[in-house]
């Protein structure tokens, strides 16, 4: 079994910065796509942000030059650095992995709450 634990959420003022954070643990051979998602109250969940095993990374349009996703695969780890903050990005945060551990399946993390107000 393979479990993902994230990290970084928290209250900010517009404008400012956060840093998510989500680490895997468990039976894993390697992890392929790592990606970030989001869901605000009311909506369905959005992709945001997902990075590949070459280090490619494709974002949605609304966090473009603003949210940066990363990997550390020592660590089967993703972050997401997200600066310049809105109101909009107010959301539960999931990470979600695929990996490799006999078979490929894909694992969610509990999800960290931003909210971004003044």
């Known amino acids: 079994q393979v479990q993902l634990v994230e990290s970084g959420g928290g209250v900010v003022q517009p404008g400012g910065s956060l840093r998510l954070s989500c680490t895997a643990s468990?039976?894993?051979?390697?992890?392929?796509?790592m990606a970030w998602y989001r869901q605000a109250p009311g909506k369905q969940r959005e992709l945001v942000a997902i990075i590949f095993t070459d280090g490619s990374a494709n974002y949605v349009e609304p966090v473009k030059g603003r949210f940066t996703i990363s990997r550390d695969n020592a660590k089967n780890s993703v972050y997401l650095q997200m600066n310049s903050l809105k109101p909009e990005d107010t959301a539960v945060y999931y990470c979600n992995m695929f990996v490799h551990s006999g078979s490929v399946t894909s694992y969610w993390g509990q999800g960290t709450q931003v909210t971004v107000s003044s």
């Open positions: 468990g039976r894993i051979f390697s992890i392929n796509r």
